[in-house]
């Protein structure tokens, strides 16, 4: 998907206007719960090896 258009090729191109909406219609509201967490671990010893993990969860609902 690398292909170069040309200034006469861009000229050419088109566009439409949509219809305006409202985004989510209506009154609506969501809740939004996001979590984030991470852990490490490098023992002090020799041929220890460092270990980290790290989660993040984001949950949305609409009403």
Do not use: C
Not at 16 to 21: D, I, K, M, W
Not at 28 to 39: D, G, K, L, M, Q
Request: without cysteine; charged residues 15%; aromatic residues 8%.
């Amino acid at each position: 998907m690398n292909e170069k258009l040309t200034a006469v090729e861009l000229d050419l191109e088109e566009i439409q206007v949509l219809p305006e909406r409202e985004a989510l219609g209506g009154f609506n509201y969501a809740n939004i719960y996001a979590s984030n967490t991470a852990v490490a671990l490098n023992a002090a010893s020799y041929w220890s090896v460092a270990k980290a993990a790290a989660i993040q969860t984001i949950v949305v609902k609409q009403h």
